[in-house]
Each structure stands twice: as C-alpha cells, then as structure tokens.
C-alpha cells in the first residue's frame, strides 16, 4: 500500500532552497516520488511506501526551508497513480544505490636491511 504525503514549505522565491528540499526529500527512506502539487509551487506531493515516515519528512525539510507543514496523509490507489503518470508521459523513476569504495594500493618494500639510500 502507497501513501501520498503533501507538505506545504516556504521556498522565498530562491531556486537554491527548492533544490535542498527536494534532495533532502528524496534522501528519506520509503519516498518513491516527488513532485510540486499547487500554482504557487508551495507544496511538495511525496508518493512513498508503508515506511515512509511523514512526521520525520516533515522535520527534514524543517531544517532545510524554515517553514514546512504537513497538510495530509493519505493512501493510494496504485493503479490510478501509475496511469495518471503515463498518461502525462512522466515515468517512474528508480534511484540506484551506489556504494563506492576507496581503492587501496599496497607496494612491496624489499629493501628492509639496507641503510638510507638518499645519503
């Protein structure tokens, strides 16, 4: 089961603080997608799973915007959803997860009995 989350936040015009909110939205566990819901661009419509916490979200972008209230929570109709999205031609899209590591490199020293060779 889905539900649909709409916060309304405080942008003050800056395109910068849209970007924040919206990376940290999508950094949440459970959000599956985002998009603005009014004219005004004032609320964020979040569509995510049952372990989506709405309450956390909305504290998330607290931080990041000064002003963010949660205006509703409620359930979705799957099917409708992804109609209306293809209807639009919007599709979904999936977030890999990549997890990059930091090579490592190990030289062999064979020179352990030698003295200094800079003198």
Same mark, same amino acid.
């Given at each position: !089961?889905?539900?649909? $989350?709409?916060?309304?936040?405080?942008?003050?015009?800056?395109?910068?603080?849209?970007?924040? $909110? +919206?990376?940290?939205? =999508?950094?949440?566990?459970?959000?599956?997608?985002?998009?603005?819901?009014?004219? /005004?661009? /004032?609320?964020?419509?979040?569509?995510?799973? @049952?372990?989506? @916490?709405?309450?956390?979200?909305?504290?998330?972008?607290?931080?990041?915007?000064?002003?963010? %209230?949660?205006?509703? $929570?409620?359930?979705? @109709?799957?099917?409708?959803?992804?109609?209306? !999205?293809?209807?639009?031609? =919007?599709?979904? +899209?999936?977030?890999?997860?990549?997890?990059?590591? =930091?090579?490592?490199?190990?030289?062999?020293?064979?020179?352990?009995? %030698?003295?200094?060779?800079? !003198?």
């Amino acid at each position: !089961m889905k539900q649909k $989350v709409v916060i309304k936040v405080s942008f003050n015009g800056e395109k910068k603080s849209r970007t924040k $909110v +919206m990376q940290a939205a =999508v950094g949440v566990p459970g959000v599956e997608s985002i998009a603005f819901g009014d004219e /005004d661009n /004032d609320q964020i419509v979040i569509i995510g799973n @049952d372990g989506l @916490d709405s309450i956390n979200l909305t504290c998330i972008l607290r931080k990041k915007a000064r002003f963010a %209230e949660l205006l509703s $929570v409620s359930s979705v @109709d799957e099917t409708k959803e992804v109609k209306k !999205m293809t209807e639009l031609g =919007v599709q979904p +899209m999936v977030w890999p997860i990549y997890q990059a590591g =930091v090579p490592q490199y190990f030289y062999p020293v064979d020179n352990h009995n %030698e003295t200094c060779s800079i !003198m």
